[in-house]
């Protein structure tokens, strides 16, 4: 029997590629709704290749534009109830490619209504990992990781089988992202679109961008903890520019297991869907090159950001939630030329020293936080 499968961020790179792995396997997946944003124009072309039974676009403008330009049958669903609404569709497997902590909300609903969720979002997890897996442990929801490296440790730890006082290390490789080699006169004067040009993945702007910070490293390991509820202390994170190992698994007899696939989100996805079982995939050409493989340590004074990530992990206050929203709003900042790249670093030390330590005790806190961090870090940017 074919599994039903809900796609949401269904317009997003993760989506796309995720709805081509389901149409090359058309006999093991069901596409039985999608839910983008506001592009309608890749929307309706989803609909005519998947006839899916539900669509959901958040942008109530886009689903009325949706609506005219389209004579398939489904239902329609718009607007922030509607996501929603569309969150609580029975499901055999969600893939929850929503961007941001947008996603949280839906997360929730759909943990209910689904066996299980591929989840590509990392946000959500930062900001509310311990609401998120009460939740999923209530319904019994499978919740398996589509971020690559925390994909590549869930694969590295089913494979292993390991005790936990068997495990010494986990390493999370990082690229270094677009602008490892600038220098601090340089990065003062990067354009958006050098910070874009990611020499190994493409990715949405945030995450190129908060790769080149090694912001998105610093969420990763707060993934890795709490996913594998494991310390701090045996996460590592390693330069690796080829970006073809995602993670390395490290026991206290020195054998290290490593993760190994080129840097795209086929493989992980492909994982998340067919768990325990895997799918052939058609191997390219540029897949089948020989690559040479080198890490180094991070060069954590060049990252300050990754210091402040990790030491707001260790705190286990709303810090997280707050530098979140903050990074968000400063890359947006950024990405329309308002400030300078070294300016997002700037922001977010000042947010971190100024905000207000309280420990986030339910939802409520989470979205109070974040949307306390999102009018702080404008009106202090409105000040420049």
């Known amino acids: 029997m074919k599994k039903k499968v809900l796609v949401f961020g269904s317009t997003g790179s993760v989506g796309k590629n995720s709805l081509e792995i389901i149409e090359q396997n058309k006999n093991k997946f069901e596409v039985i709704g999608i839910c983008g944003n506001k592009n309608v124009n890749q929307l309706i072309k989803q609909?005519?290749?998947?006839?899916?039974?539900?669509?959901?676009?958040?942008?109530?403008?886009?689903?009325?534009?949706?609506?005219?330009?389209?004579?398939?049958?489904?239902?329609?669903?718009?607007?922030?109830?509607?996501l929603g609404d569309f969150s609580s569709i029975k499901s055999d497997i969600s893939i929850m490619a929503i961007s941001g902590i947008d996603c949280l909300r839906p997360l929730l609903i759909?943990?209910?209504?689904?066996?299980?969720?591929?989840?590509?979002?990392?946000?959500?997890?930062?900001?509310?990992?311990?609401?998120?897996?009460?939740?999923?442990?209530?319904?019994?929801?499978?919740?398996?990781?589509?971020?690559?490296?925390?994909?590549?440790?869930?694969?590295?730890?089913?494979?292993?089988?390991?005790?936990?006082?068997?495990?010494?290390?986990?390493?999370?490789?990082?690229?270094?992202?677009?602008?490892?080699?600038?220098?601090?006169?340089?990065?003062?004067?990067?354009?958006?679109?050098?910070?874009?040009?990611?020499p190994t993945w493409k990715m949405g702007k945030r995450i190129t961008i908060d790769s080149a910070t090694l912001v998105n490293k610093g969420f990763e390991v707060v993934?890795?903890?709490?996913?594998?509820?494991?310390?701090?202390?045996?996460?590592?994170?390693?330069?690796?520019?080829?970006?073809?190992?995602?993670?390395?698994?490290?026991?206290?007899?020195?054998?290290?297991?490593?993760?190994?696939?080129?840097?795209?989100?086929?493989?992980?996805?492909?994982?998340?869907?067919?768990?325990?079982?895997?799918?052939?995939?058609?191997?390219?050409?540029?897949?089948?090159?020989?690559?040479?493989?080198?890490?180094?340590?991070?060069p954590y004074r060049k990252f300050p950001l990754l210091r402040i990530i990790l030491e707001a992990a260790q705190r286990d206050d709303n810090s997280l939630v707050v530098l979140n929203a903050c990074d968000e709003i400063a890359v947006d900042y950024f990405l329309r030329n308002k400030i300078s790249f070294v300016q997002i670093e700037k922001i977010l030390k000042k947010i971190f020293k100024i905000y207000p330590a309280k420990q986030v005790k339910s939802i409520k806190d989470v979205y109070f936080w974040d949307n306390w961090a999102r009018k702080k870090t404008k009106e202090i940017l409105g000040e420049k």
Do not use: W
């Not at 990065?187 to 990611?198: C, F, G, T």
């Open 223 to 298: 993934e890795a903890h709490n996913f594998f509820n494991i310390s701090y202390e045996k996460i590592e994170i390693l330069l690796h520019r080829q970006s073809l190992v995602h993670a390395m698994v490290k026991l206290n007899d020195q054998t290290c297991f490593s993760c190994l696939y080129p840097p795209n989100m086929k493989n992980p996805i492909s994982f998340a869907l067919s768990y325990p079982k895997r799918v052939k995939r058609a191997v390219s050409a540029k897949d089948k090159k020989k690559y040479s493989l080198s890490y180094q340590a991070v």
């Open 110 to 198: 759909n943990i209910e209504k689904s066996k299980r969720i591929a989840l590509a979002n990392k946000e959500a997890i930062v900001v509310g990992a311990k609401f998120i897996f009460r939740k999923a442990k209530k319904y019994k929801t499978e919740i398996i990781p589509v971020d690559s490296e925390i994909n590549a440790i869930f694969q590295l730890l089913k494979l292993t089988n390991f005790k936990q006082e068997d495990l010494e290390k986990i390493y999370i490789t990082a690229s270094g992202g677009s602008l490892l080699n600038y220098d601090k006169k340089s990065l003062s004067k990067v354009s958006a679109a050098e910070v874009l040009n990611h």
């Open 47 to 82: 609909v005519r290749k998947f006839r899916p039974k539900y669509v959901c676009l958040t942008d109530q403008d886009a689903a009325c534009q949706l609506k005219k330009r389209t004579k398939i049958k489904f239902k329609l669903f718009s607007g922030k109830q509607g």
